[in-house]
């Protein structure tokens, strides 16, 4: 089918030959294309919006193909959270909470553990009544019912919450996982103590505790002492090994005692040198070997993570490490590994790999999911990194596992061969049985109302396919069969199942007659009467739109519109034609901007007489056709920028009413041309050739002339009589007093700079009539400032001038108040001294205030922007800039001007007084340069600098910083914009070092605009301490405030 706008067009092309009066039935039902050919299903790839009678691509495919149950429903099928057959139960991931879930996984497959705990007192759930859920209280009861339930449950994975908020955890902070195994055995084995039978108060002694002594050997004179120690876990170091047996060696080997670390002999009775190890006594049957992956790196004040491989034993001989017990065995089975994914200490993933006591298989324990491993799958310690790494496994041994992010490995001793068979056999006491069997029950109950819901959403998806087959096959309208138009968005919101579907509104459709619009057709689609009748009773809705709804009065207006734009067509040509002749007669003045738009001017009266046919809801006609037409017109004009013009000639018509002044704006043209565009303005005012233009303009515009020539005369005269001020020629300084006066007189810089404009521009700028002193006054009458404060910063307010130029200003202009300072010497025992007062006197008060405000600027400013000059070698080398990030360019700000705004303007650095005079503001000084003394610029100890801009050197940075952020939050904006991490970074500030973290910018010195000079250390290449730096912004509170540390 042809585009929309093709379709629009061919509609309407019957107007070119048949006038409004002759309009019959067979044109009306042109124009709303009742006749358009229906387009069959495949020939179009969407739907055909011009044609009222294409019924494809409207969403009917998902309907009358085959059958997808799925389709019908978002619900997923509750048995893909049922538990498989002989497989484990995983845990919920609450956020970062998986070095938890993997501890519990490796404590379940503990079944000494297992069957203890199930054999501690529990009245809470042995008494607990079915009807309410279990809410177990103590650590041992949170334990038994989640080991019960990751026994027994139905489920795929249950949910830890209950234990994790028992301990207090934050599930979106990821911990240190073997901290969280130190910290929570030692809370267990605290809650077991309390049970009445002793073999459960010893449970965790007995499965995980060893014994060591430190045994220390004097040098001198060779006595030996020990001092015997319990564990739970061995440390070892890893930094420098390759394999498990060097770490255990590492571990038990000499230390030598001597310098500051030498020992006090019991038998010397003095310090010696000394030589210290460790000596295992008694090995526990679960044996935990914690690998020290996670360090404190003493350079950077971080911690960092040990990404080594390390290679350790399926099978775990540690007979060799037992000092006197040649004669026992120490065999040990390698039962569980704990894995960190990740490069960095602060992020990552913790996975397990447990192997099930009784069948021997490995389990890879990740959260939720639960896999077996075997085959090749079976690399124990050995899991994808989250960051590719270029490092290599090596090679390992049959029987020895390799791997680069296991940190805790979990051995089991070695059962003795015996005819009693290991008990592999964990039950389930009753009474939890009884809660895990409630819990099923729930979980059954669940699954049963989802699949109900499942199968509802299908037999009603079903029904509505058999409707939507029924309706669609009638929704075609049959030649010469009765019909009805129906919203095509309705239609594809009834077909689109996921949006319920509401009864059917014609009222945005209808024209100001209470018809179909003609515009509305092709957001409309003619369907059979039989369908409508069928929609209209199930889904209500209205008004219905039939075949008497074509509105013959919208189809004759829209063809006189069409009609008059043919027309204006040829009369623009014929006007274009006509114009370009001399003329040779009387003729009409016409703007030259209405000659250039008369044809869009006349476009947009004909919309205005449209208005009547408007649509009910305030859209005009012509949407389709109309304004498309009306897009091509504009492209056609001439070029020219006018202001939006609404009437014809208004553009040489002045403010009087009269003609306008200006004939370059103005074109004469012939009788002929402006009796055409009469036709189509004739309210359009009308200036035959011999209209004298408007007297009072004329009149206004010579006074107009008369004022430029006197303001001339007058710059040229106060130019003359003040050349030195006007060229900043000879000025005075006041750090040398010139000699030969002892007075100076002081005006605002503002009133200079303004004088300044109006002799450069007399007839574009107001002449300055007011010297305006005031403003550098407080609002007692006294001045704001100080001999010093004037040498040391706060000219840049003022100008100075000589006495004979103050005798010129006093009579050129008005003065408000004069203000001088005066320059005394005089001789005193000590020698000539000099001594510098005004007129009038500082108001020490309001100059007290103004300093106090300073100062708390100094230390209260937010949002202000600082710049960081990256340095090499002490010397200010700019490294090559990179993209910045939270930088601020001082380039984007605008440049702070400080002149002082005309009377009637507001200045921010300058606030009304009560009086209604305007007052310097205490808070903020002006940014203007100084005239007055060229050879200081030196900032008043304790005041702002302010520059009128900072020039950003190449590599410069600026951010964004606030005075009670402290230097290590800076830091962190600097590693951002220079990539340099902050311990690599060394700042300054007008050569002092900046090295309290913890202090604030403002304590610290550093202010508004600011250059903070930046020296890096060697860059740094390691990725994972890049990381650290990174999630280390805020300092570590570990598991401080949890039930693991309030115990």
């Known amino acids: 089918m042809a585009p929309r706008l093709q379709l629009e067009k061919a509609a309407w092309r019957w107007v070119e030959t048949v006038k409004p009066e002759e309009i019959r039935q067979e044109h009306i039902e042109l124009a709303y294309r009742v006749h358009l050919p229906a387009c069959k299903r495949g020939a179009c790839r969407r739907n055909c919006k011009g044609n009222p009678n294409c019924l494809v691509g409207i969403g009917e495919q998902a309907w009358l193909g085959e059958i997808d149950e799925n389709a019908f429903h978002n619900i997923d099928d509750p048995n893909s959270e049922r538990r498989d057959k002989n497989t484990f139960v995983g845990l919920t991931n609450l956020g970062a909470t998986c070095y938890v879930n993997t501890f519990l996984q490796v404590w379940f497959h503990n079944l000494e553990l ?143 005692l001597d310098g500051e670390n030498r020992y006090f002999c019991e038998s010397c009775q003095s310090k010696q040198s000394a030589t210290r190890r460790i000596k295992l006594h008694s090995l526990p049957p679960t044996l935990n070997l914690q690998l020290m992956r996670f360090v404190f790196d003493r350079q950077t004040g971080h911690k960092k993570k040990l990404n080594t491989f390390i290679s350790f034993p399926e099978q775990l001989d540690m007979g060799p490490f037992m000092e006197g017990k040649q004669d026992q065995k120490f065999v040990y089975e390698l039962s569980a590994v704990l894995i960190h994914r990740g490069i960095s200490a602060y992020s990552g993933h913790y996975i397990a790999h447990v192997k099930d006591a009784r069948t021997g298989d490995w389990y890879k324990f990740n959260d939720e999911e639960i896999e077996k491993m075997e085959g090749k799958k079976l690399q124990l310690g050995i899991e994808e990194d989250i960051v590719k790494t270029q490092a290599r496994k090596p090679k390992c041994s049959k029987g020895y596992h390799c791997s680069r992010n296991a940190y805790m490995l979990v051995y089991k001793v070695q059962e003795e061969e015996s005819s009693d068979p290991p008990m592999t056999n964990v039950e389930v006491p009753a009474f939890l049985q009884r809660l895990v069997d409630q819990d099923n029950h729930k979980f059954e109950e669940w699954c049963s109302e989802m699949a109900d819901m499942r199968k509802q959403s299908v037999d009603k998806g079903k029904a509505k396919h058999e409707e939507v087959k029924e309706l669609y096959e009638l929704l075609p309208a049959r030649e010469g069969e009765p019909y009805e138009f129906v919203p095509l968005d309705w239609l594809k919101r009834w077909l689109d199942d996921s949006t319920a579907t509401k009864e059917i509104d014609n009222t945005l459709f209808l024209c100001s007659h209470g018809k179909l619009h003609p515009d509305k057709v092709g957001d409309s689609k003619r369907v059979s009467l039989k369908a409508a009748q069928l929609l209209y009773g199930r889904y209500g809705g209205g008004p219905r739109l039939d075949d008497s709804s074509l509105c013959t009065e919208c189809v004759s207006q829209r063809c006189r519109e069409l009609r008059l734009k043919n027309q204006l067509n040829e009369d623009f040509k014929e006007v274009s034609n006509l114009v370009k002749r001399t003329l040779s007669d009387e003729g009409y003045w016409v703007g030259k901007a209405s000659l250039r738009s008369w044809r869009q001017l006349a476009l947009d009266q004909l919309e205005e007489d449209d ?437």
């Open 611 to 1047: 208005e009547e046919t408007k649509h009910s809801n305030g859209q005009t006609n012509g949407q389709g056709l109309l304004t498309n037409s009306s897009k091509e017109f504009s492209q056609e004009l001439s070029e020219g920028n006018e202001e939006e013009m609404k009437t014809f000639n208004e553009d040489i018509v002045c403010s009087h009413g009269g003609l306008s002044i200006l004939e370059t704006e103005r074109k004469l043209v012939s009788s002929e041309v402006w009796t055409k565009l009469r036709e189509y303005f004739p309210k359009a005012p009308e200036f035959t050739k011999d209209q004298e233009s408007c007297q009072q303009c004329l009149t206004l515009e010579q006074e107009e002339k008369d004022n430029e020539a006197v303001s001339k005369m007058m710059a040229l005269d106060q130019k003359n009589q003040l050349l030195n001020l006007f060229h900043e020629k000879n000025r005075p300084v006041l750090t040398q007093w010139p000699q030969g006066t002892d007075v100076l007189y002081i005006v605002p810089l503002f009133f200079v700079d303004e004088w300044r404009k109006f002799i450069r521009r007399p007839t574009k700028c107001s002449p300055v009539s007011n010297v305006g002193n005031t403003l550098l006054l407080c609002p007692h009458g006294g001045f704001m400032f100080t001999y010093d404060s004037l040498i040391n910063g706060d000219a840049q307010h003022i100008a100075l001038l000589w006495p004979g130029e103050w005798e010129v200003i006093s009579r050129l202009f008005i003065v408000d108040q004069p203000i001088s300072i005066h320059c005394y010497s005089q001789t005193t025992p000590s020698g000539p001294t000099t001594q510098y007062t005004t007129q009038p006197d500082l108001c020490w008060e309001c100059r007290e205030s103004f300093l106090f405000q300073q100062q708390r600027d100094l230390r209260e400013y937010t949002q202000a922007t600082i710049y960081i000059r990256k340095v090499i070698e002490d010397k200010r080398i700019i490294k090559e800039a990179g993209a910045e990030l939270n930088a601020s360019s001082s380039e984007a700000e605008e440049e702070r001007d400080g002149d002082l705004k005309m009377d009637g303007e507001r200045d921010p650095d300058f606030s009304q007084s009560e009086d209604g005079s305007k007052r310097l503001k205490l808070g903020e000084s002006s940014a203007a340069s100084s005239t007055s003394a060229p050879s200081t610029n030196v900032t008043k100890q304790g005041g702002i600098r302010r520059s009128t801009r900072h020039r950003k050197l190449r590599g410069e940075k600026a951010l964004i910083v606030s005075a009670n952020q402290t230097l290590k939050e800076l830091k962190i904006q600097i590693m951002h914009a220079f990539s340099v991490a902050p311990f690599d970074q060394n700042l300054s500030i007008d050569g002092k070092s900046l090295t309290d973290d913890s202090a604030t910018l403002g304590s610290l010195g550093v202010i508004p605009e600011s250059i903070i000079c930046l020296k890096a250390d060697e860059p740094i290449a390691d990725y994972a301490a890049m990381d650290d730096v990174y999630q280390v912004r805020m300092p570590e509170e570990g598991f401080k405030g949890t039930g693991l540390l309030g115990h």
């Open 114 to 256: 297992r069957r203890s705990l199930y054999q501690c007192h529990n009245s809470r759930a042995q008494e607990h009544n079915s009807e309410s859920d279990y809410e177990p209280q103590s650590i041992c009861e949170h334990l038994q019912y989640l080991f019960a339930l990751l026994q027994n449950s139905n489920r795929k994975y249950i949910d830890p919450s209950g234990l994790v908020k028992a301990l207090g955890l934050d599930t979106g902070q990821q911990q240190d996982a073997q901290e969280f195994s130190k910290l929570f055995m030692s809370l267990l084995e605290d809650t077991l103590c309390q049970q009445k039978s002793s073999s459960l108060q010893n449970v965790i002694q007995q499965q995980f505790c060893g014994q060591f002594s430190y045994v220390t050997v004097c040098n001198q004179c060779g006595r030996s002492s020990a001092l015997l120690s319990r564990f739970y876990e061995l440390e070892l170091n890893i930094q420098g090994h390759k394999n498990l047996n060097e770490c255990v060696t590492e571990f038990l080997k000499d230390e030598k």
